[in-house]
């Protein structure tokens, strides 16, 4: 069995109480937002190595790098192989900030995108900007269906029942 399919498991198919989940993602979360601020703080410098070894490097388990390495996969640029990963799979976090910060954003993880050390890596004005990017991309407009007296879209001038409402 992979890494990955270990991480699966322990994480979302293990049975908990309501507070042993709260406090399993929370103490999860909270080991997340220390490795970014690691991360974050190389400023664009690539962190690689083997799973196993990265995990010691970031003093935690090997299941929950595991997870890290799954959740930032998206935001490399080059992904690793984490399907098939073992420990001692070489991975690399070589991440595009921007991208990154936008799928924070995107995981409502506003104790990651808020990290200082992003003031180092985005101005402000461009975290600003890929924050409402990312919002609007969820955002649906419905075009308004004319009402049967209303004019006719297509600039005829007639009633839409006259006009192209007539085929509807």
């Known amino acids: 069995m992979s890494l990955l399919t270990d991480w699966r498991k322990v994480a979302y198919e293990t049975e ?22 690691q991360i974050l703080a190389q400023n664009g410098t690539p962190v690689t190595g083997t799973v196993k070894a990265l995990a010691e490097k970031f003093e935690t388990k090997i299941g929950i790098m595991t997870g890290f390495l799954d959740g930032i996969n998206d935001s490399l640029k080059t992904p690793n192989p984490i399907e098939e990963m073992t420990e001692d799979t ?13 799928n924070m954003v995107a995981a409502k993880a506003d104790w990651l995108y808020g990290l200082p050390e992003w003031n180092d890596i985005l101005s402000e004005e461009r975290r600003k900007e890929l924050y409402k990017e990312q919002k609007a991309s969820g955002t649906v407009h419905v075009e308004k269906k004319p009402g049967r007296n209303d004019p006719c879209p297509c600039g005829s001038g007639k009633k839409y029942k006259f006009c192209c409402g007539k085929k509807a």
């Open 16 to 37: 908990r109480t309501p507070r042993d989940n709260d406090l399993f993602w929370g103490n999860y979360f909270n080991i997340e937002k220390g490795i970014y601020s």
């Open 90 to 102: 070489e991975v690399s976090l070589d991440y595009d900030s921007e991208k990154l910060y936008y």
